[in-house]
Each structure stands twice: as structure tokens, then as C-alpha cells.
């Protein structure tokens, strides 16, 4: 997608991450963003550099909007490529599914680094460690081609804690 990969290379050249591509209606372009060592903040001076800077790249690319909002992800971060899983690995998390498996659409459980495959493969496995109706330990496995299919739709509560 030209998109992406123009509004990755901009950001990357401001020393931004991009995290995700928006459309919405009445032509609107949101543009999720955060800094690359993870450990600052994303600010309102950040969107607005960022904003500056695509409305200038956008038209010269030949990339259509009407509207452009720049953001950071937020406290419902959802996680959406390997390195995402990778990164939040051991945390505490909900995850959101489009289809149920064993009647459950909701987990809240500790996700898992890579448990097979190559990283950005999309048939990498990850996996999410839960407590089943049961009361026991239960674990779920995906990988990136389900969440690309977003069949599944994990995102962090921050709410919770490293294990």
C-alpha cells in the first residue's frame, strides 16, 4: 500500500514509528504514531511536527484526504504486527475476538512471546495464558495471519502488570 509505505518513510525520518493507518468517513486520514525507543510519551509538539510535515508530503505523493489527525496509541493500544507481540510479551492483556472459540469471545490473560515459526512469518505462533471456566490454567495460540485477518483484536489494558 503506497500510503503506508510514504507516511512510514516520513515518520521514520522524524524519528517516529507508525503504528497505524486510518480512513474514515468524509475523507478523514488518522495517523497513529509513537517514538521508537517506546519509553517517551507522544505529545501534542510531536503530532503537530508530524502533521506539519504530511501535510506537505500527502499532496506531493498524490495521497487523497480531506482531514488529517495525527495521534499516539493510547492506553487501548492494539497490538497488530510480531514485534508488538514480542514487546508486550508477559503482560497482562484483553483480548477482543471476532469469532468465538469454545463459546468465549473475551479473554484477559498473559500474553506469550513467540512460541514457533520465524517472527514476522505470518504463521508465527503467540499465545495467550488464561483462566479457563474451569478455574484452570488454559493457553490459546494465533498468529500474525489471524490477527491480520482480524479475527482477533488483542489490546492492552495497561492496566496490568508484568508476570
Known amino acids: 500500500m503506497k500510503d503506508q509505505q510514504v507516511i512510514s518513510a516520513e515518520l521514520e525520518n522524524l524519528g517516529y514509528v507508525l503504528v497505524d493507518i486510518e480512513r474514515e468517513a468524509g475523507g478523514l486520514l488518522r495517523v497513529t504514531i509513537e ?3 517506546y519509553e ?4 501534542v509538539v510531536d503530532c503537530e511536527k508530524v502533521s506539519h510535515q504530511l501535510s ?5 505523493e498524490n495521497i487523497p484526504y480531506e482531514r488529517l489527525e495525527i495521534s499516539s496509541p493510547g492506553l487501548d493500544r492494539p497490538l497488530k504486527t510480531a514485534a508488538d ?5 508477559g503482560m497482562e492483556v484483553d483480548m477482543k475476538l471476532r469469532v468465538a472459540v469454545g463459546n468465549r469471545k473475551n479473554f484477559r490473560g498473559v500474553l506469550q512471546g513467540l512460541l514457533s515459526g520465524e517472527l514476522n512469518s505470518p504463521d508465527a505462533k503467540f499465545g495467550l495464558v488464561f483462566e479457563g471456566a474451569d478455574g484452570a490454567e488454559s493457553q490459546l495460540e494465533f498468529s500474525l495471519a489471524e490477527v491480520d485477518k482480524t479475527r482477533l483484536v488483542p489490546v492492552i489494558d495497561f492496566k496490568g502488570r508484568k508476570s
Request: proline share 12%; no cysteine.
Open 40 to 43: 517517551r510519551l507522544i505529545t
Open 35 to 37: 517514538n521508537p525507543d
Open 85 to 89: 507481540f514480542e514487546r508486550f510479551a
Open 56 to 60: 506537505y508530503t500527502l499532496p506531493v
